[in-house]
């Protein structure tokens, strides 16, 4: 199984998962690993010096802090420019699983799951891929490693999707097969269509990137000074559609849930966990804490949270005709206690971060079942409400933190901000409201929404610093 992207969430979640089949005996499945761009390049050596091992931290909301030693990543990949080395990996005919951590914005979707052009990024891999030269996307990459693995007769492939998106196996193989569309390879083309599989999947473990303390608790703990050491929560969480075009690991054996459908716990996830998250950092930063668990602990920022899954968002994703399998009120207080866990130490601006594709990914589609309900969207329309707050203070400097959003066009962000009437020209954005943006119901509602997110922050008693 090749993975692209070693960053902290793959080495905290999908490794963890082989490594307890390793543990158990099972060594069929070893992990590689690198990355499609020359980050983390500090990582990358510390990993390579150590044979791919590096010790993971897991905290508990009680404060319980456990040590374990992964070893499951047994080839990592130096970054070269033109991907050669994961281009090899992934060609091989012992690679059956090609899996990767992209991040939402990564995808250069659409509200139409369409691939947006105006990305530089993309559109320069569209040229390189024409050129038969190395592309820096993630279809770039993986459409190199597909076109070595047909030319080698390799075998069929399955790509797995390890990032928060929506049907996140669907969309990327939508995303993909349109890629080679535009670079023109209708024979790479027909052996993706017939060779590949690319199942859903839910993931879940908070991860917060690593700081120095961390690196300083394993030494004191372990003896081990590692300076790929990592940390995460101890709840873990992965769903996949059973769909394998070459086998897969017995995963079931060690806690993954392997399903027909993912789409139940996807949209409790994405919408339960992830908007909230979202709704937190935004919420914090306004008032002027640094951490999530600052956040959720404030008790007006939690109740901002609670009425947005409460009121808005169980209602549609539990009816009397589609009820969710899952008990979504409980799932809801897991959630707020795993964000109000203080050793977690996790910030406002890595959740604050990629609000352009989060809105539509995350929170437009309660927008959308509310209204088409014929229902009040009160509750959630606070949580784009609170996301343009955040956005003014982007746009007028006074963020306490870098703001990063590869879904956002700075130009349109600045311009929004800066319009006669904010808030309309907010609501009028298509890239984040759809075919709801401009829209009487809405541009009410975030009218509203606005000012209670105005009223939210002039009242909140200030924070002071730790």
């Not at 594709?357 to 088409?372: D, Q, V």
């Amino acid at each position: 199984m090749l993975h692209l992207g070693l960053g902290a969430f793959h080495r905290a979640h999908q490794a963890v998962y082989q490594q307890a089949l390793h543990d158990a005996g099972d060594r069929s499945w070893v992990l590689a690993g690198g990355n499609i761009r020359p980050d983390g390049a500090e990582t990358i050596a510390a990993l390579q010096a150590a044979g791919g091992a590096y010790t993971l931290e897991t905290v508990s909301p009680a404060g319980e802090r456990v040590y374990q030693r992964i070893g499951a990543i047994t080839q990592v990949i130096g970054w070269d420019a033109q991907l050669q080395g994961l281009v090899a990996a992934g060609a091989d005919p012992l690679t059956r699983i090609v899996s990767f951590t992209v991040t939402e914005a990564g995808y250069y979707l659409n509200a139409d799951h369409q691939l947006d052009l105006n990305f530089a990024d993309l559109a320069a891999d569209v040229a390189a891929l024409k050129a038969a030269r190395a592309g820096t996307t993630i279809y770039g990459a993986l459409t190199q490693i597909l076109r070595a693995r047909m030319q080698q007769a390799s075998g069929p492939l399955t790509l797995l999707n390890c990032d928060n998106l929506r049907h996140n196996g669907d969309r990327v193989r939508s995303g993909l097969l349109q890629f080679i569309d535009l670079i023109g390879d209708s024979a790479l083309r027909d052996w993706v269509e017939v060779c590949t599989t690319c199942p859903n999947a839910m993931v879940d473990r908070i991860t917060p990137r690593a700081t120095p303390a961390v690196r300083e608790r394993v030494l004191a703990a372990t003896g081990v000074d590692d300076p790929a050491a990592l940390m995460g929560e101890s709840f873990i969480q992965w769903v996949i559609e059973d769909r394998f075009a070459a086998g897969r690991p017995a995963w079931e054996t060690v806690g993954v849930e392997m399903v027909k459908s993912v789409d139940a716990y996807e949209e409790a996830k994405i919408r339960l966990l992830n908007a909230t998250h979202s709704c937190i950092a935004w919420a914090g930063t306004l008032v002027g804490h640094h951490y999530i668990h600052e956040g959720t602990q404030d008790a007006s920022i939690r109740q901002l949270a609670f009425d947005y899954v409460t009121n808005d968002t169980i209602p549609v994703l539990d009816t009397p005709a589609k009820p969710s399998p899952i008990d979504l009120a409980k799932y809801r207080d897991v959630v707020l206690d795993r964000f109000a866990n203080p050793a977690i130490a996790d910030t406002n601006q890595r959740v604050a971060m990629d609000g352009f594709s989060k809105i539509p990914g995350f929170i437009a589609p309660t927008l959308r079942e509310r209204l088409a309900a014929g229902a009040s969207i009160a509750s959630v329309a606070m949580l784009p409400a609170l996301f343009l707050a955040y956005l003014q203070r982007w746009h007028a400097g006074t963020l306490p933190h870098v703001y990063h959003d590869q879904a956002m066009d700075p130009a349109v962000a600045h311009a929004i901000c800066s319009a006669a009437d904010p808030v309309a020209a907010f609501a009028a954005d298509t890239v984040l409201f759809g075919e709801l943006a401009g829209t009487p119901a809405l541009l009410a509602a975030l009218q509203d929404a606005a000012a209670r997110a105005a009223s939210f922050v002039a009242s909140h008693p200030p924070v002071t610093a730790p």
